[in-house]
């Protein structure tokens, strides 16, 4: 069993940057792969980045590539998602989730944190 917590999203103006933090609990989170994904106002869950446990390979949207990072700090069973140069329409409530399997679908993750909201202003 996993327990994921989100923190870090807040109100930013368009250019600005945030870093969110997902904080695990549970054995072996290292093992997992992790994604954050995203559900803006009137749209559907979408995935913005994922890393993969055991050989740290990252995996980007489209949208979002060349301005957010994800990494992860095994010792304290935390991903991060950087997040710069934001826009309005990356305003959303970000998700963090793991699973075992190497995969963009919502349903490839098991375990999911409650969400944290990011709102960016023009």
């Known amino acids: 069993q996993v327990q994921l917590v989100e923190s870090g999203g807040g109100l930013v103006q368009t250019g600005g940057s945030l870093r969110l933090s997902c904080a695990a609990s549970?054995?072996?989170?290292?093992?997992?792969?992790v994604g954050w994904f995203r559900q803006g106002p009137g749209k559907e869950r979408e995935f913005v980045a994922g890393?993969?446990?055991?050989?740290?390979?990252?995996d980007y949207a489209d949208s979002v590539k060349g301005r957010f990072a994800i990494s992860r700090d095994n010792a304290k069973n935390t991903v991060y998602l950087q997040m710069n140069s934001l826009k309005p329409e990356d305003t959303a409530v970000y998700s963090c989730?793991?699973?075992?399997?190497?995969?963009?679908?919502?349903?490839?993750?098991?375990?999911w944190g409650q969400g944290t909201q990011v709102t960016v202003s023009s």
């Open positions: 989730a793991a699973g075992w399997y190497d995969s963009r679908s919502t349903s490839a993750y098991n375990y």
């Open positions: 549970g054995r072996a989170f290292s093992n997992y792969r």
């Open positions: 890393i993969i446990g055991s050989s740290g390979t990252t």
